[in-house]
């Protein structure tokens, strides 16, 4: 029997979202109020705070660039790594929930 933790699987789940959204909106930045929307079209309840931890996770792990500006706002861009992860093309370490490869 396999124990699922709500928790993890949504933060797991979150990060992947941010990625994608930071992918598709490449070569440009994007900004957090951007992603808190599209993260927002599946978690209703997810708060900038949340947003801005798991951002931090990402930029911890070298998949995200983030420009904090002294206003407050936060923008990001993903790196190297970040891009091949969403393309598919390199590994992807547990804490991210990247669905498998199905083509």
């Known amino acids: 029997m396999v124990n699922l933790d709500p928790a993890r699987v949504r933060r ?4 992947w979202i941010l990625i994608l959204a930071m992918y598709n909106a490449q070569p440009q930045e994007l900004q957090e109020s951007v992603m808190l929307a599209t993260v927002r079209a599946i978690y209703p309840d997810a708060t900038p ?3 801005r931890k798991n951002l931090d996770y990402l930029a ?18 993903l790196t190297r790594v970040g891009t091949d992860i969403a393309e598919y093309t390199c590994d992807c370490q547990p804490g991210i929930a990247r669905p498998p490869m199905y083509w």
């Open 49 to 51: 705070l949340e947003l």
């Open 12 to 15: 797991e789940q979150l990060r």
């Open 60 to 77: 911890d792990r070298d998949l995200v660039e983030l420009r904090k500006e002294p206003s407050g706002v936060w923008w990001g861009n």
